[in-house]
Structure formats: structure tokens, C-alpha cells
């Protein structure tokens, strides 16, 4: 039996991420080795505390109402860009995947909790340079985000 993330699609531009937001809710992107070793347990733990934590750690991709008729490209590469330093933070193997799922909870850092997660994609490693050059683009207009680790 194969493990679930072989199978998975590697989207790896802005457009097609924002056409999958666009065709459907409560999709996530989550940062770890990979839906093989997320769905065993579907857990997360508190790196802090080492509190385990019910529903796996990730970012929801929604579109707020607020965002109202930007971009949905800027808006998939500003939720890929916030947590673009996790790979260095935590260490090799960890990247992006897309999953839909169900909020069950929050963590400590208010990001939801997830359950049921069902992965959809991986996100290629130069999507993230993409939504990286796209957020630094808007500097001038929006200001600059003080991140570590980019």
C-alpha cells in the first residue's frame, strides 16, 4: 500500500492554488513531513509545552469577506508566505500540503485545529518563492512584515 502522499498533485503556481480556493472551502495548508506521517495520529503537539492537541495544526485558505475583490492569487501568497520559515524553524523534510478538513479547536498561536484531514495536494517548493516575491512586491503598499528565518 502506497503511502497517501505519493499520489498527491504538486500544484506549484499562485493560479492554480487560487483556482482550488476558489472552487471550494475549508481547505487548509498544513507544514510538516507530510500527510504519511500527519494521519496516524492527527495530532498535534504544543512545541512549547509538548501538549498533544486535538486536530492537526494548520492555516485555513478561505477568503475572508473582508479581503473583499483583490486578488485571490495575493491572497493564497500572503497565507503561504506567513509560515514560509517553518522548513528552516523545524528542520529538513517539512513542506506545505493542502487538505480539507473539519476545525475542531485552536492553538496556542490561534491557528485552527483540524480533523478528518483529507490531503488534496503538495505545494512545490517554488510556489512559495513565487508567494515570497509576491507579498515583498506589495512592500510599498502595504508595509513590511518583521519575519524571522526568510
Do not use: F
Not at 47 to 65: I, K
Amino acid at each position: 500500500m502506497s503511502a497517501p502522499e505519493e499520489d498527491l498533485p504538486v500544484l506549484s503556481t499562485l493560479a492554480e492554488v487560487a483556482r482550488l480556493v476558489a472552487q471550494q472551502q475549508g481547505l487548509y495548508v498544513r507544514w510538516s513531513q507530510g500527510p504519511g506521517a500527519d494521519l496516524a495520529e492527527a495530532s498535534s503537539t504544543d512545541d512549547l509545552t509538548g501538549v498533544p492537541m486535538p486536530g492537526l495544526s494548520a492555516n485555513p485558505l478561505d477568503v475572508e469577506d473582508w479581503w473583499a475583490d483583490r486578488s485571490l492569487e495575493l491572497w493564497v501568497a500572503r497565507r503561504l508566505y506567513d509560515y514560509a520559515h517553518l522548513p528552516h524553524d523545524k528542520g529538513p523534510g517539512v513542506r506545505p500540503w493542502v487538505l480539507r478538513g473539519r476545525e475542531t479547536g485552536r492553538g496556542p498561536d490561534n491557528e485552527p485545529l483540524v480533523t478528518d484531514a483529507e490531503p488534496l495536494c503538495w505545494i512545490a517548493e517554488e510556489l512559495i518563492d513565487a508567494a515570497k516575491e509576491a507579498v515583498a512586491r506589495q512592500e510599498r503598499e502595504w508595509g513590511t512584515l518583521r519575519r524571522g528565518g526568510r
